[in-house]
């Protein structure tokens, strides 16, 4: 696919402690503007995270989150100090952390590859709805931080 969340491969022998599970699907939304008029049909391919087992398809799945008390600590201290505050986002956030686990998963419903049909998809980044996807993106959004902290020093 586009964003390198995948490749089509055989799928490994168990004894080599891959996961693989029937855990996609498909997530349809309409946006519409402030009119109500139609602007945009998106999909998105969601792993049906609730079929993974603890232990056996993942390990840690903690991501830490600013307490709100933080975040209101801070922005008192940069409105009393005249700090500029910003805020980002960033689209398809899950999409770009990187797994450490095999996780293997069947090709989408309507996006099989001709004459592979029976292989299945190797995840090497994260996709939303995985347990771990939360932790992927957080380390991938702290090596990147860390790496312009010191580039920039």
């Known amino acids: 696919m586009e964003s390198g969340t995948d490749f089509v491969v055989e799928y490994p022998a168990m004894e080599l402690g891959a996961t693989r599970f029937d855990a996609d699907t498909w997530v349809y939304k309409v946006k519409?503007?402030?009119?109500g008029e139609v602007?945009?049909?998106k999909a998105r391919l969601v792993a049906k995270g609730y079929v993974q087992q603890p232990?056996?398809?993942?390990?840690?799945?903690?991501a830490p989150?600013?307490?709100?008390?933080?975040v209101h600590l801070l922005l008192?201290?940069?409105a009393q100090e005249g700090w500029p505050v910003h805020h980002m986002d960033v689209k398809s956030a899950f999409l770009n952390g990187e797994l450490i686990e095999e996780v293997y998963v069947r090709q989408p419903p309507g996006f099989t590859v001709a004459g592979h049909e029976?292989?299945?998809l190797h995840l090497d980044k994260a996709l939303y709805g995985l347990?771990?996807?939360?932790r992927a993106w957080n380390?991938?959004?702290d090596e990147t931080l860390w790496f312009l902290l010191w580039y920039h020093m």
């Open 131 to 134: 347990r771990q996807a939360p």
């Open 139 to 141: 380390a991938k959004l």
């Open 32 to 35: 519409k503007n402030a009119a």
């Open 39 to 41: 602007i945009k049909h």
């Open 76 to 78: 008192a201290l940069a």
């Open 65 to 70: 989150v600013a307490r709100i008390e933080s």
């Open 55 to 62: 232990g056996v398809d993942f390990d840690e799945v903690f």
């Open 118 to 120: 029976d292989k299945v």
